[in-house]
Nanobody
Framework: QVQLVESGGRLVQAGDSLRLSCAAS????????MGWFRQAPGKEREFVAA????????YYADSVKGRFTISRDNAKNTVYLQMNSLKPEDTAVYYC?????????????????WGQGTQVTVSS
C-alpha cells in the first residue's frame, strides 16, 4: 500500500510560479510511474503530467506543455510539479497518483494510488 501526500498548493497571481510536491511512503517508490492530475470545480479530473520510474520519460497535457515540468527524486520518494506562468484556468485541486509495475498513463483509471489533493488558486 502506497500513501501519497501532496503539498505546495496556495493562492498565487497570474504569471507566478509554484512547485507542488508529492511525498510517497509505504512502497517501493522507484517501481512506480507517477502522474499529476487536476480537477476544477464542476469539471472532470484531467491529466496534467506523468513521469516513468526513473524520470527518463515524461509526458504533458497540451494545456501545460512548456509551462509545467514534472520531475522525481527517488532518493527522497518525492515527485514534483514545477508550474510556471500560471494562468487562472490552472486553478484546481491537484492530485498525484502512482501506477505500479507499468509505465505512465494519461488515464486516471490506470493509477493505483492517489493523494488527497492540494488546492492551487490563480487569481487574475
Amino acid at each position: 500500500q502506497v500513501q501519497l501526500v501532496e503539498s505546495g498548493g496556495r493562492l498565487v497571481q497570474a504569471g507566478d510560479s509554484l512547485r507542488l510536491s508529492c511525498a510517497a511512503s509505504g512502497g517501493t517508490f522507484s517501481s512506480y510511474a507517477m502522474g499529476w492530475f487536476r480537477q476544477a470545480p464542476g469539471k472532470e479530473r484531467e491529466f496534467v503530467a506523468a513521469i516513468n520510474w526513473n524520470g527518463g520519460s515524461t509526458y504533458y497535457a497540451d494545456s501545460v506543455k512548456g509551462r509545467f515540468t514534472i520531475s522525481r527524486d527517488n532518493a527522497k520518494n518525492t515527485v514534483y510539479l514545477q508550474m510556471n506562468s500560471l494562468k487562472p484556468e490552472d486553478t484546481a485541486v491537484y492530485y498525484c497518483a502512482a501506477r505500479g509495475l507499468s509505465g505512465w498513463s494519461v488515464s486516471a483509471a490506470r493509477y493505483d494510488y492517489w493523494g488527497q489533493g492540494t488546492q492551487v488558486t490563480v487569481s487574475s
